[in-house]
């Protein structure tokens, strides 16, 4: 019972990884047309996805064999609740890359453009690919895809630090990666098989032991380190920071929700099996999500550099959707889930926003740029709305999120953890609320601040779209509830203290 | 009877198009103006449209979005919520009135009023909230919207002002949220309701906790001590914004939420059972004395308001908190009674900061003479605030002082009565300077070409609200004045227990 | 029996508060509009009398303000006793005032606080309940604060803040004391005999009894709440001490009245057990105002402790709670106040036209003014008590009342009161006539002019007039015969 959208399930991975193969030969003559081909490329990627979503609200969850072998022999792909992600995660392409068109004036030659944008289709392939494999090997290719695109991203801005940091990137993230692959080894040495629901029943059948364990224990340290969690953070601030702003805003809005939809993922192997006993780590997964958002705000605090600052509070953020993860109750899940959406929009608002910013005056430190929204009313407002929804505030997209955990926190009777969720994400808006001061508050101390003009309507665009939509789905909330319930009320029975 | 329409939600909805409209079309000065008149009229009409309904026991309701079964977003106009929603929304006009003429020539008056809507927009959102959720939702957006508002000076000052009403306001917000979500928990609902939503069941530790939650993240607002720190210092803010947001929509939707809880989380009989209620008057009146003990030694006129405030303020706690009718009438009461009482104060000050560049009591020997009719209506609010008989102050004392015998806390009796004469021993030596004291120097005379005292604009929200004091001192009874609303939205928080007033 | 004229008997001095408060007038039309009210409003008040007389009740629903609270003027035999004081008194001090006070920008203000206060006192007289009663009584105190701070002298100031602080004390008392009526018995409307319920809880009973107590008798000076009284009365202007000291300190003792016989009714007085205290404090109030009246040598300040110690008897007379006495004492409400009048306008003169304040001074003014001294001998003497004036015949009757309820200390302090008050008047009478004249009077000034003089001896000749004339029907006593007989049963 599959309807025509099912038939579109590997185009929309194929489309992306072929148009990034495409773009240098798009592009020979006019570099520039890269960027329009990247945008057209995903827009037909975001109308197909659309489709498969459409499929999965009428249908429910469905398959794909590739070649059209049977499952658990060739290499599935399957869409299921936790796939919907990569609807908005494509459309948040879509938003990204005509901010790009302008933005990269300043930051790069014409002619590194194709190359960019090329990975930029690879790293939009690569999590679109990693969201709907059935099988653990393809996922650690596609988890490959996306690094290594991710490092490419980050030292194509090119400037000094920017190689410095792309490799302490590159590093941290290949002893991850090879943590994973040991996982994945492990696992297809236990089970005989790669397919995910098929590891799964095997599993079952052969019990616990130390060597699951092991290798639960790998693939989660290999998901934290992606997802930057505290203490195995380090790599991303500065990669972040230094990043062009699209490019920041899609490491940090989406490629670390690899390492969350990874733990996902995970958990539906184990869980199915149901060999796994989670309490304790779900415990260290409450602590460490908590200590992630208090260390992430604190070291935010005492930033000057905006990126920088945004760049730490994706670590105060993961450190929620973890916390809400740890938790283990229902409406925490939920919450959870619907931060890894909601956060990428936030975040993606945040560093579009803090780009243009600095593309229009030349200045990324607050106390430069102090009065910047007398000129730039529509991107400061947009920052606002930002900052504001990133604190959790009503009636932001932001909220929504932290509701849910918090009340998770309280029906799991892990009152503390409630308060620390709430009152750290206070702590937080110190530091924002320095910065809406600097910008609305205090009189202009450079000339090109006081003169700087708005950014032209293809960088403000998107940013604008995205601020609203930080607005309406405070409002409107509901509607990626409604996506993550069903999957995570699956899950959840396995998932309990 | 409940019946499903849309205006309790189009009333906030208007305030908010209006700030948008505001925001993008504001330069202008024709459209800035016409727009708020516009919605402010468009507003009042609204909620005056369905007062005639809920007199008669109507309540109108309008669910707007369900995140998940039982979270959502829902309008409700009950008695109360009407109330305060007339509240606000009169005072939004005369406000607004006040505003154009006060912020004459300052610079950023697009953001000054855009910000002005959004807070009118997220107060009437608290008065029509159906259940904690919405509430908290917009009491947020209330302190976020504010911001702006108070440090609309950009002084260093200012911010600094800015920054310690945000920190009292956000950690209050946090704690609202944490016993919303608690309440959650044990309730399995947010949804107001008359009886209360929560039960012994819960655990009286629970209770407590939650109590002490929600009470706390309103009673910063409600600025009960010694969550008042911030109210005094926010006081650098513009005049029409001391006074709409601290007379009106910001303190008194923390009196109103501390209401909420009392009658509609937890409900009277549940309270009476715990005895959470008990601390919570005695601080209340401590609140009322130590308040305006304070407030005796302030000079700046608009820090003495703003003591006068906090005061005034735990009035409402207090009454809400003795859990009687009477009490509770006069609590509801007193949103109304205040609310038009010290923005005529507020108002006042204001116009003889703009005329005169006064803001010290100890400046203003003789501006009785300079000032005749400013300073009557300002008579007129401090006759109100001491409880002088056909003044609106008079029938909340009467109410309250009644409330507390039937709830055998006499003392409480002795608590008003001080609380009177304090009011009077800082009030009427502004009077007494006003009027019975030689200028020091002569006033600035009136600008050639000027019939009023001060401009129209400032002065005519003047003596509209005065009057209004003694029209709700005198003719309360007056069925469509704010008593008849309260009785009905009194009568519903006691129906479950039986007795009214 | 429904009828505007209470209504329209309070409301006439308003119209002289707007016609000097907005209108552009010329002096002469303000005098007229000033006049004019006050003359209509006696006119009034004496046609109220007639009614009442002649058995009526007017009475005039004015406002219902909440459900349960509710404003209404209903003049019974006490009400029309001391509207009609007012009334009178209140003519004859404004007329006064024309010459006393100075033109000049504070002209108006004085005016028109003086019928603001005016119509408050007019509205305690004709109170139904106690809400209404409350009201005017606070709105006149506070409204009488204008007016003693009306010289802004540093004295007057400081005077002015000891009043306003001591009268908006005790108007919270008697707030209370209205809060814990209203919670007892659910209703405020005075009831010849009293409304309150004999089984009510008797501690709130008695804390209601002395919230009221405490509240009224702080601006009925009763020792020791007094202490406003001698600082605000030489601090005010001469007419509105007059007026002070004779209707409105009697407003406190009034109120005391109210309460006692329209609220508690004397059966609950007594069964209280509260009377003997009242009589010990009035007793203590008579004695040691005369006594302190005694060694005063500014003869304003004099005067104003005579007033405590006057104003001590009608607390005395309630406290004995005998028909016989309380017809004394309203009758002695009455002729205490035309009496108080007449030496306080004379005092004024004597400052008006030579500055002179202290007794000491006066030596030989006797001579200078004479019929301002005749005016204050007069007074004087009745104020003693000597026959036939109108001081003798309401102290007579506050004996026999007295001798009726076998009260023979009250009787003593009568007595008492009496001996003093020729102790502390007669110096004055006889420092102006007899004394060898002082440094002052050599250049002092002549008789005052005809619109401070006539009053003064219209008030004087009042002296005599109810002295003489106390038996006739229409006169003080009869109203008060007829009050005591709604109050007592019978009388």
Same mark, same amino acid.
């Given at each position: 019972m599959t309807g025509p959208w099912a038939e579109a399930l590997p185009w929309a991975i194929v489309l992306p990884l072929v148009g990034a193969a495409l773009t240098p030969a798009v592009a020979v003559r006019h570099p520039r047309v890269s960027g329009f081909w990247a945008w057209g490329v995903l827009l037909v990627t975001a109308v197909l996805t659309a489709g498969l979503v459409s499929e999965l609200v009428a249908r429910g969850p469905f398959s794909y064999g590739l070649g059209g072998w049977a499952a658990s022999y060739g290499i599935e792909l399957r869409f299921d609740h936790f796939s919907a992600w990569v609807l908005p995660l494509v459309v948040l392409f879509v938003v990204i890359v005509p901010f790009s068109w302008r933005y990269l004036d300043h930051v790069m030659?014409?002619?590194?453009?194709?190359?960019?944008?090329?990975?930029?289709?690879?790293?939009?392939?690569?999590?679109?690919?990693?969201?709907?494999?059935?099988?653990?090997?393809?996922?650690?290719?596609?988890?490959?895809?996306?690094?290594?695109?991710?490092?490419?991203?980050?030292?194509?801005?090119?400037?000094?630090?920017? /190689?410095?940091?792309?490799?302490?990137?590159?590093?941290?993230? @290949?002893?991850?990666?090879?943590?994973?692959?040991?996982?994945? /080894?492990?696992?297809?040495?236990?089970?005989?098989?790669?397919?995910?629901?098929?590891?799964?029943?095997?599993?079952?059948?052969?019990?616990?032991?130390?060597?699951?364990?092991?290798?639960? @224990?790998?693939?989660?340290v290999s998901f934290m380190v992606k997802a930057a969690m505290f203490p195995v953070h380090v790599w991303l601030p500065d990669a972040h920071a230094i990043a062009p702003s699209p490019v920041s805003a899609v490491l940090s809005g989406m490629v670390v929700k690899v390492g969350i939809v990874g733990m996902l993922r995970i958990y539906q192997i184990y869980f199915g099996a149901e060999v796994l006993e989670l309490g304790a780590f779900n415990l260290a997964l409450v602590w460490l999500g908590a200590i992630s958002i208090v260390m992430g705000a604190f070291f935010a605090i005492f930033q000057d550099d905006i990126k920088l600052m945004l760049a730490y509070s994706t670590i105060s953020n993961i450190g929620y959707i973890v916390l809400g993860l740890g938790l283990a109750s229902p409406y925490a899940v939920i919450g959870a889930a619907v931060h890894v959406f909601n956060h990428a929009l936030i975040k993606a608002t945040l560093f579009l926003a803090a780009g243009s910013i600095i593309h229009q005056t030349g200045f990324r430190t607050?106390?430069?740029?102090?009065?910047?929204?007398?000129?730039?009313?529509?991107?400061?407002?947009?920052?606002?709305?930002?900052?504001?929804?990133?604190?959790?505030?009503?009636?932001?997209?932001?909220?929504?999120?932290?509701?849910?955990? /918090?009340?998770? /926190?309280?029906?799991?009777?892990?009152?503390? &953890?409630?308060?620390?969720?709430?009152?750290?994400?206070?702590?937080?808006?110190?530091?924002?609320?320095?910065?809406?001061?600097?910008?609305?508050?205090?009189?202009?101390?450079?000339?090109?601040?006081?003169?700087?003009?708005?950014?032209?309507?293809?960088?403000?665009?998107?940013?604008?779209?995205?601020?609203?939509?930080?607005?309406?789905?405070?409002?409107?909330?509901?509607?990626?509830?409604? &996506?993550?319930?069903?999957?995570?009320?699956?899950?959840?029975?396995?998932?309990?203290? | 009877m409940e019946v499903v329409d849309v205006r309790p939600i189009l009333a906030p909805f208007v305030s908010f198009l209006c700030a948008g409209l505001v925001f993008g079309f504001g330069r202008s000065i024709f459209w800035r103006r016409f727009f708020t008149f516009l919605a402010a009229f468009i507003k009042m009409a609204l909620v005056l449209s369905m007062l005639p309904g809920t007199l008669q026991g109507v309540v109108y309701v309008y669910q707007f979005v369900e995140f998940t079964p039982g979270i959502g977003i829902g309008f409700r106009a009950d008695a109360y919520g009407m109330f305060f929603s007339l509240v606000s929304s009169t005072l939004w006009v005369f406000t607004t009135i006040y505003a154009i003429g006060y912020m004459q020539g300052d610079r950023d008056r697009v953001r000054f009023f855009g910000f002005f809507a959004l807070c009118v927009s997220t107060t009437v959102g608290v008065a029509f909230a159906e259940n904690l959720l919405t509430f908290f939702l917009f009491y947020e957006t209330l302190t976020i919207c504010t911001y702006p508002l108070v440090v609309h000076a950009e002084t260093p000052e200012a911010l600094r002002a800015g920054r310690i009403y945000l920190t009292y306001t956000l950690i209050g917000g946090g704690f609202a949220l944490v016993g919303a979500v608690m309440t959650l928990n044990a309730a399995g609902t947010l949804t107001f309701a008359a009886?209360?939503?929560?039960?012994?069941?819960?655990?009286?530790?629970?209770?407590?906790?939650?109590?002490?939650?929600?009470?706390?993240?309103?009673?910063?607002?409600?600025?009960?001590?010694?969550?008042?720190?911030?109210?005094?210092?926010?006081?650098?803010?513009?005049?029409?914004?001391?006074?709409?947001?601290?007379?009106?929509?910001?303190?008194?939707?923390?009196?109103?939420?501390?209401?909420?809880?009392?009658?509609?989380?937890?409900?009277?009989?549940?309270?009476?059972?715990?005895?959470?209620?008990?601390?919570?008057?005695?601080?209340?009146?401590?609140?009322?004395?130590?308040?305006?003990?304070?407030?005796?030694?302030?000079?700046?006129?608009?820090?003495?308001?703003a003591y006068s405030t906090i005061s005034q303020l735990s009035y409402i706690v207090l009454g809400a908190a003795l859990l009687t009718p009477l009490a509770a009438t006069a609590a509801v009461l007193h949103i109304a009674n205040q609310a038009f009482a010290k923005i005529t104060m507020f108002f006042v000050v204001g116009a003889i900061t703009r005329t005169t560049g006064k803001?010290?009591? !100890?400046?203003?020997?003789?501006?009785?003479?300079?000032?005749?009719?400013?300073?009557?209506?300002? !008579?007129?609010?401090?006759? !109100?605030?001491?409880?002088?008989?056909?003044?609106?102050?008079?029938?909340t004392k009467w109410y309250l002082a009644l409330g507390a015998l039937e709830a055998d806390a006499w003392w409480y009796v002795l608590v008003l009565i001080t609380s009177s004469l304090l009011n009077a021993g800082y009030f009427f030596p502004i009077l007494h300077r006003a009027y019975f004291r030689q200028a020091k120097e002569p006033w600035p005379p009136l600008e050639p070409g000027r019939r009023f005292e001060t401009p129209k604009t400032l002065l005519f929200p003047i003596v509209i609200c005065a009057a209004y004091v003694l029209l709700l001192g005198v003719t309360a009874e007056v069925p469509g004045m704010p008593f008849s609303v309260a009785q009905v939205a009194v009568d519903g928080f006691f129906a479950p227990v039986g007795g009214g007033p | 029996m429904s009828s505007w004229w209470p209504g329209v008997a309070v409301a006439l001095p308003l119209v002289g508060v707007a016609a000097v408060s907005f209108g552009r007038l010329t002096e002469r039309w303000r005098i007229a509009a000033l006049v004019v009210p006050a003359v209509a409003a006696l006119a009034v008040a004496l046609l109220i009398v007639g009614d009442v007389l002649a058995g009526r009740t007017p009475e005039l629903f004015v406002l219902?303000?909440?459900?349960?609270?509710?404003?209404? $003027?209903?003049?019974?035999?006490?009400?029309?006793?001391?509207?009609?004081?007012?009334?009178?008194?209140?003519?004859l001090a404004l007329v006064y005032s024309f010459g006393y006070v100075q033109r000049g920008p504070r002209w108006s203000r004085y005016f028109a606080f003086l019928m603001a206060s005016f119509t408050c006192t007019m509205g305690v007289a004709y109170a139904g309940n106690l809400l209404t009663f409350l009201i005017f009584y606070e709105a006149f105190s506070v409204l009488t604060y204008a007016l003693v701070v009306h010289e802004q002298t540093p004295e007057a100031i400081r005077a002015g803040a000891k009043y306003i602080a001591y009268i908006l004390v005790g108007g919270s008392l008697v707030l209370a004391g209205i809060l814990l009526t209203y919670f007892l018995a659910g209703d405020l409307t005075f009831v010849a005999g009293g409304f309150l319920a004999a089984d009510a809880a008797?501690?709130?009973?008695?804390?209601?009894?002395?919230?009221?107590?405490?509240?009224?008798?702080? *601006?009925?000076?009763?020792?020791?709440?007094?202490? +406003?009284?001698?600082?605000?009365?030489?601090? %005010?202007?001469?007419?509105?001490?007059?007026?002070?000291?004779?209707?409105?300190?009697?407003?406190?003792?009034?109120?005391?009245?109210?309460?006692?016989?329209?609220?508690?009714?004397?059966?609950?007085?007594?069964?209280?057990?509260? %009377?003997? +205290?009242?009589?010990?404090?009035?007793?203590?109030?008579?004695?040691?105002?005369?006594?302190?009246?005694?060694?005063?040598?500014?003869? *304003?300040?004099?005067?104003?402790?005579?007033?405590?110690?006057?104003?001590?008897?009608?607390?005395? #007379?309630?406290?004995?709670?005998?028909?016989?006495?309380?017809?004394?004492?309203?009758?002695?409400?009455?002729?205490?106040?035309?009496? *108080?009048?007449?030496?306080?306008?004379?005092?004024?003169?004597?400052?008006?036209?030579?500055?002179?304040?202290?007794?000491?001074?006066?030596?030989?003014?006797? #001579?200078?003014?004479?019929?301002?001294?005749? #005016?204050?001998?007069?007074?004087? $003497?009745?104020?003693?008590?000597?026959p036939p004036l109108s001081g003798f015949v309401s102290k007579w009757w506050l004996g026999v009342g007295m001798l009726q309820v076998d009260a023979a200390i009250g009787l003593a302090v009568l007595l008492a009161g009496a001996l003093l008050a020729a102790a502390y008047l007669l110096p004055v009478v006889y420092a102006a006539y007899f004394a060898p004249a002082g440094p002052i009077a050599g250049h002092a000034g002549r008789e005052a002019p005809a619109t401070m003089l006539a009053p003064t001896l219209v008030a004087a000749a009042l002296t005599i007039v109810f002295g003489l004339g106390s038996h006739y029907g229409g006169f003080p006593l009869q109203l008060a015969q007829a009050a005591v007989a709604a109050w007592f049963g019978g009388g």
């Open positions: 030659p014409d002619e590194r453009r194709p190359p960019f944008y090329a990975l930029l289709l690879l790293n939009a392939g690569g999590m679109i690919g990693f969201c709907v494999t059935g099988d653990l090997f393809n996922l650690f290719v596609f988890t490959e895809v996306v690094s290594l695109s991710s490092y490419a991203l980050v030292a194509v801005g090119g400037r000094g630090l920017a /190689a410095f940091a792309a490799l302490k990137y590159l590093f941290i993230g @290949a002893v991850s990666s090879l943590l994973m692959l040991f996982a994945t /080894a492990q696992l297809f040495v236990l089970s005989g098989s790669l397919n995910m629901a098929d590891v799964s029943l095997r599993l079952g059948e052969i019990g616990g032991g130390t060597a699951v364990m092991v290798a639960f @224990a790998a693939y989660a607050l106390s430069d740029l102090r009065g910047v929204a007398r000129t730039m009313p529509q991107t400061s407002a947009a920052m606002a709305i930002g900052a504001v929804s990133i604190v959790g505030l009503p009636p932001t997209a932001g909220f929504v999120c932290k509701w849910y955990i /918090a009340l998770g /926190a309280f029906e799991a009777n892990q009152a503390p &953890f409630g308060f620390a969720l709430v009152f750290g994400a206070l702590f937080i808006f110190i530091y924002y609320i320095r910065m809406l001061n600097a910008f609305y508050f205090q009189p202009p101390v450079h000339a090109s601040v006081a003169q700087a003009s708005e950014t032209p309507w293809s960088m403000r665009g998107p940013v604008v779209l995205l601020a609203s939509l930080c607005l309406i789905l405070g409002v409107l909330g509901g509607i990626p509830l409604t &996506f993550v319930e069903p999957a995570v009320l699956d899950l959840l029975p396995f998932w309990g203290q | 009886p209360g939503i929560l039960g012994m069941e819960s655990g009286v530790a629970t209770l407590a906790v939650i109590f002490l939650c929600l009470i706390i993240g309103f009673g910063v607002k409600a600025a009960i001590m010694p969550l008042h720190g911030w109210l005094p210092i926010a006081m650098v803010a513009p005049t029409p914004v001391s006074a709409l947001l601290h007379a009106v929509a910001v303190v008194k939707v923390g009196a109103f939420g501390v209401t909420r809880v009392i009658y509609n989380v937890f409900g009277v009989e549940l309270l009476r059972e715990l005895g959470f209620a008990t601390p919570l008057a005695l601080l209340a009146g401590f609140t009322i004395v130590a308040a305006s003990t304070i407030a005796l030694t302030q000079d700046h006129l608009k820090r003495r308001l803001k010290y009591v !100890s400046e203003i020997d003789g501006i009785g003479a300079r000032l005749p009719w400013s300073m009557a209506a300002f !008579s007129i609010a401090a006759l !109100s605030f001491v409880g002088v008989p056909l003044t609106a102050g008079f029938i | 219902r303000m909440t459900p349960t609270l509710w404003l209404v $003027l209903r003049v019974d035999a006490p009400g029309a006793l001391y509207g009609a004081t007012v009334a009178a008194l209140g003519l008797r501690g709130q009973l008695l804390a209601a009894f002395w919230c009221f107590v405490v509240g009224f008798g702080v *601006k009925a000076a009763l020792v020791p709440l007094h202490g +406003w009284v001698p600082d605000a009365h030489p601090a %005010a202007p001469a007419p509105f001490s007059a007026v002070l000291s004779g209707v409105m300190v009697a407003a406190g003792a009034f109120g005391i009245m109210r309460v006692a016989l329209d609220v508690y009714g004397a059966p609950l007085v007594r069964a209280l057990g509260v %009377a003997p +205290w009242l009589t010990v404090i009035a007793s203590v109030t008579v004695l040691l105002g005369a006594l302190l009246a005694i060694g005063q040598d500014d003869l *304003k300040r004099r005067l104003a402790y005579s007033t405590i110690s006057q104003m001590g008897y009608l607390t005395l #007379a309630v406290s004995l709670l005998g028909s016989g006495v309380m017809a004394g004492a309203l009758v002695h409400l009455v002729h205490h106040a035309f009496l *108080k009048g007449t030496l306080f306008f004379c005092a004024g003169l004597w400052i008006h036209s030579s500055g002179v304040r202290r007794v000491r001074d006066l030596r030989g003014m006797g #001579a200078r003014m004479p019929l301002t001294a005749a #005016a204050f001998t007069l007074a004087a $003497l009745g104020m003693i008590g000597v």
